[in-house]
């Protein structure tokens, strides 16, 4: 029976199944149980429950098949350390001099994957970055590696140095660590900068640097220029390279359509799909889930369930990508007794537990406001190893704050990591500063700017902007001036409209004096070429 089927005959009922058994459990399952979507619904019709959990029948038991769940995070302590230890001195200390003189003195021995580990956490200020670029190629016995240099272009390609960028190019020549990824990540830097031309240019430069641009070369092109949501100008490149240069596989295909997807313009994806066919491909699971994809982005959740019902009956295999799809979109529209049992299906098929599944039933209770039901799901990710983590914090953040929930989220933002061993990113500190800002916060806020700066994490522009437009709002103007110089610091630009206001501010108090000397700071930083 389609699925589509089965959940219209489900409507009428809430199904009682969803009270787990396995909340209690605390070993992974085995397989001992199949069980069909339509005994499902005739379970579920036998209760009026109310309130949707995670199924008592266990449907899920024969998913897991007793393998052993490797852990996706697994690194060595050892370097997160040492990372840590060295982003908390470099974040701490303005002074190039002095900071030197204290990365001398930790006698950390470099290793090429702790480099990369510390420009990484660098990558939101570009200019610490490159300096502890040039502090590390200094120390006795140390040669940078490709992976090295890509990271550090990628903390440069945020504050927009291409001048910089492409004399690291020149030097990756010369010392024979130059690929084809750098060229991919530099077009990336462009593409978001919406600096397409450059992209395209960047691109086409790789041949003269030696390297010869093959099919997946220009897939991975065209899926940068999507992501950066520059799909007209993927389409035309595609166009252009099936003329002239390459046949297009399946891969090419599915990114235009993830693209066209994106943008929610499903006549060009239907176009997009058609040729696909016509050129002889048909659509694999990747290809069924980015349709999927679109049609919940689009908000035509039956249209959706329809084209899994299609993959269904041709034997193609749903990936998770798709059944966290359903669960999401589903989900978001309050449908939870859908997204549940998509949840469930999604174990019943054989795959390994993984968090963005869980994270998506995390996020389908969240906009029900079932936020009890929503932790539940987070102890059964704790006892299969695979979770939390901050993204899944960060969706309970986000609906709490929506909600105006302010206590009951800080309370989450601490627990999570007192209570669940989960270190907040850069974004969960984010959501926090901004809803303490929007609540006229500002002290809170700053609170947990310093807790987020103890941890060596780094902002970005637009948690710098939030924090300084709130101070400004506050008359706040020596903390402002404060922060902008640290975040000129790092070689992030203000945005304009900020920059503006304060500017304003500034003037209304007889500060031109500061005025004159910030706006050369940033005058400055426009043309910075930066140098060791």
């Known amino acids: 029976m389609a699925f589509s089927q089965i959940l219209k005959r489900s409507a009428a009922t809430t199904p009682e199944i969803f009270r787990s058994s396995l909340h209690s459990s605390s070993s992974p399952p085995s397989i001992t149980v199949t069980i069909s979507s339509s005994e499902i619904i005739k379970k579920s019709q036998t209760s009026n429950q109310t309130k949707l959990r995670p199924s008592s029948l266990h449907l899920h038991l024969r998913s897991f098949c007793n393998k052993t769940i490797e852990n996706p995070g697994a690194f060595n302590p050892q370097i997160i350390t040492d990372a840590e230890k060295l982003c908390k001195i470099i974040s701490t200390h303005r002074d190039t001099s002095r900071l030197e ?44 590696t490709s992976d090295s240099y890509d990271a550090l272009i990628e903390a440069l390609g945020k504050i927009k140095q291409f001048k910089v960028i492409w004399s690291l190019v020149n030097d990756m020549k010369i010392k024979g660590v130059l690929g084809k990824s750098t060229f991919a990540l530099i077009s990336r830097r462009y593409a978001r900068a919406k600096k397409v031309k450059e992209a395209i240019e960047a691109f086409e430069r790789m041949e003269k640097f030696g390297l010869k641009p093959e099919l997946h070369d220009y897939n991975r092109f065209l899926d940068t220029l999507c992501k950066s949501r520059q799909v007209e100008s993927a389409q035309q490149v595609f166009d252009k390279m099936k003329k002239i240069k390459f046949k297009p596989d399946i891969k090419s295909y599915t990114i235009l359509l993830e693209g066209w997807g994106q943008e929610m313009n499903l006549l060009k994806l239907d176009e997009v799909y058609r040729e696909m066919k016509g050129d002889g491909f048909e659509p694999d699971a990747v290809a069924y889930g980015i349709i999927i994809n679109a049609y919940c982005k689009a908000k035509k959740y039956d249209q959706a369930i329809n084209k899994f019902d299609e993959m269904k009956s041709k034997n193609i295999n749903p990936t998770p990508h798709i059944y966290c799809t359903l669960i999401n979109g589903l989900g978001s529209e309050k449908r939870l007794r859908e997204s549940l049992m998509f949840f469930e299906l999604s174990k019943s098929c054989g795959h390994l537990p993984e968090a963005p599944t869980y994270n998506a039933m995390v996020g389908s209770y969240c906009w029900s406001m079932q936020m009890d039901d ?39 933002f ?32 700053i609170g947990v700017w310093e807790e987020m700066k103890d941890e060596g994490v780094l902002p970005g522009m637009h948690m710098f902007s939030t ?66």
């Not at 950390?108 to 300096?131: D, H, I, Q, R, Y």
């Not at 610091?489 to 209304?508: E, H, Q, S």
Request: with cysteine.
């Open 101 to 144: 003189s204290l990365l001398n003195s930790t006698q950390t021995e470099l290793s090429p994957a702790l480099v990369v580990e510390v420009l990484k956490k660098l990558s939101n200020a570009g200019v610490f970055a490159l300096f502890f670029f040039r502090w590390a190629e200094k120390q006795n016995g140390f040669k940078h």
């Open 374 to 412: 929503a932790f539940m799901v987070i102890e059964e990710m704790r006892r299969y190893g695979i979770g939390p983590n901050s993204r899944t914090f960060d969706i309970i953040l986000h609906h709490l704050v929506k909600d105006r929930r302010t206590k009951e989220a800080y309370s989450v």
């Open 414 to 445: 601490k627990r999570m990591k007192d209570e669940f061993g989960c270190e907040p990113s850069v974004s969960t500190y984010e959501i926090m500063v901004r809803m303490f800002c929007n609540e006229g916060r500002v002290d809170m806020a």
């Open 467 to 532: 924090l300084i437009d709130s101070l400004c709002r506050e008359k706040k103007l020596q903390g402002c001036c404060k922060y902008l110089e640290e975040m000129m610091d790092m070689g992030i630009r203000p945005p304009g409209l900020m920059f503006n206001r304060l500017k304003k501010a500034l003037v209304d108090e007889g500060k031109e004096d500061v005025v004159m000397m910030l706006t050369r700071r940033l005058e400055k930083l426009k043309t910075l070429l930066v140098v060791s």
